[in-house]
T-cell receptor
């Protein structure tokens, strides 16, 4: 089983749509969770951290379900500029040092 | 002002050659990383240094040797390049531990081994 699993997509949605991505992780000891965004041929950039109680940043809402080891990202009112790959990221605290485990990403294409 | 920079941006070379990639960050961070993103887009950590000390060393062939001359620099030297080494290599940096602060990535070095 992959450490972080995501639906690769692509999700093709019209502008203004609401779209949700899901992610599952295998390590129950993980404590830190993030969504990163990666544009085509660019570096990953942090979109938002994910907190236990859920958190919102403008049109973006992240949720965490520790019992199910499941993370989600909701994007409301999609813009053309939201087109990118969204990477689900969790930490692996084993071995004494935290390291980040990246999912393969979910591709989003927003069309006019 | 570039926060994390890498050189070169593109690298095309023959199998068996030795090459180096350089990384510099001007964010004042004390932890730096090398990641490899392969053709399937998985981004996997290779190494991490904290204050010039190696703290994460994943199962990477010993043809790959990182070097951190100071906190702001982390270089990656690759000996005897193989076809499977073709990938995008990203450098990143953060404060303190990898999960406690945001990691900032460099623009990547696209390596193609022929």
């Amino acid at each position: 089983r992959k450490e972080v699993e995501q639906d690769p997509g692509p999700f093709n949605v019209p502008e203004g749509a609401t779209v949700a991505f899901n992610c599952t992780y295998s390590n129950s000891a993980s404590q830190s969770f993030f969504w990163y965004r990666q544009d085509c041929r660019k570096e990953p950039k942090l979109l938002m951290s994910v907190y236990s109680s859920g958190n919102e940043d403008g049109r973006f809402t992240a949720q965490l379900n520790r019992a199910s080891q499941y993370i989600s990202l909701l994007i409301r009112d999609s813009k053309l500029s939201d087109s990118a790959t969204y990477l689900c990221v969790v930490n692996d605290p084993s071995g004494g040092y935290n390291k980040l485990i990246f999912g393969a990403g979910t591709r989003l294409a927003v069309h006019p | 002002d570039t926060a994390v920079s890498q050189t070169p941006k593109y690298l095309v070379t023959q199998m068996g050659n030795d090459k180096s990639i350089k990384c510099e960050q001007n964010l004042g961070h004390d932890t730096m990383y090398w990641y490899k993103q392969d053709s399937k887009k998985f981004l996997k950590i290779m190494f991490s240094y904290n204050n010039k000390e190696l703290i994460i060393n994943e199962t990477v062939p010993n043809r790959f040797s990182p070097k951190s001359p100071d906190k702001a620099h982390l270089n990656l030297h690759i000996n005897s390049l193989e076809l499977g080494d073709s990938a995008v290599y990203f450098c990143a940096s953060s404060h303190r531990g990898p999960s406690q602060e945001t990691q900032y990535f460099g623009p990547g070095t696209r390596l193609l081994v022929l």
